[in-house]
């Protein structure tokens, strides 16, 4: 199995920097990609980015141009460098590893979360 264990979270005032850190650990040479994702009270869990094995990144339109996802393999570790933070962007920040294990369908792990709050 993978675990992912998050750090880097916290409170920090508007048009502040953060930046979250997500260690993998177990059958890492199966994780295909990861992502950061948020979930704010209330609402559902969204994407945030994701970077693939090969180092190819996406994001949602709601951080392009703020955040960057980054990878150091060597350490399995990923991280969410946050800039420019909104209040909006307030939520627990959950760091995601998929997974194709041999002889199966790709499989999504989470890990605990981290919260991020910004204030006003």
């Known amino acids: 199995q993978v675990q992912l264990v998050e750090s880097g979270g916290g409170l920090v005032q508007a048009g502040g920097s953060l930046r979250l850190s997500c260690l993998a650990s177990?059958?890492?040479?199966?994780?295909?990609?990861m992502g950061w994702y948020r979930q704010a009270p209330g609402k559902q869990r969204e994407l945030v980015a994701i970077?693939?094995?090969?180092?190819?990144?996406n994001y949602a339109d709601f951080v392009k141009g703020r955040f960057t996802i980054s990878r150091d393999n060597a350490k399995n570790l990923v991280y969410l460098q946050m800039n420019s933070l909104k209040p909006e962007d307030t939520a627990v920040y959950y760091c995601?590893?998929?997974?194709?294990?041999?002889?199966?369908?790709?499989?999504?792990?989470w890990g605990q979360g981290t919260q991020v709050t910004v204030s006003s």
């Open positions: 970077i693939s094995s090969g180092g190819i990144t």
């Open positions: 177990g059958s890492i040479f199966s994780i295909i990609s």
């Open positions: 995601n590893a998929d997974i194709l294990p041999p002889d199966s369908d790709t499989i999504r792990t």
